[in-house]
């Protein structure tokens, strides 16, 4: 299984970014994909998930600003990220698996390398 994430950069406060996150060889017929984020010395953070429904969850501080999505013909998760602000500012990292519980990162077996966001 591979996942490889694009899309991230520098951006001014009230701006919008849009990650990629391209899965391969992840098969499984029911499963989460998700984006966390990660600052120096702070636990890696939940920020969006989808199922196989096309159900999806976020965590307060990005609702409304943030939409996830995952097109199953490209195999590959979006996170659009508009009206981003300094404390958007982190390390982000899509995660894929056969998850109970889409929020927390130990339920995740695959990861992306990560990609660098910041604000100011």
């Known amino acids: 299984v591979q996942l490889v994430e694009s899309g991230g950069g520098s951006v001014q406060a009230g701006g919008s970014l849009r990650l990629s996150c391209a899965v391969s060889g992840f098969t499984a017929s029911t499963y989460s994909m998700a984006w966390f984020r990660q600052t120096p010395g702070r636990d890696r953070e939940g920020v969006a998930s989808i199922d196989e429904t096309g159900g999806t969850d976020y965590t307060a501080s990005v609702a409304g600003r943030f939409t996830i999505s995952f097109d199953n013909t490209k195999r590959t998760t979006y996170l659009q990220m508009d009206n981003l602000q300094p404390e958007d500012t982190a390390m982000y990292y899509c995660?894929?698996?056969?998850?109970?519980?889409?929020?927390?990162?130990?339920?995740?077996?695959?990861w992306g390398q990560g990609t660098q966001v910041t604000v100011s």
């Open positions: 995660a894929a698996g056969s998850v109970i519980l889409p929020g927390v990162p130990t339920e995740y077996r695959h």
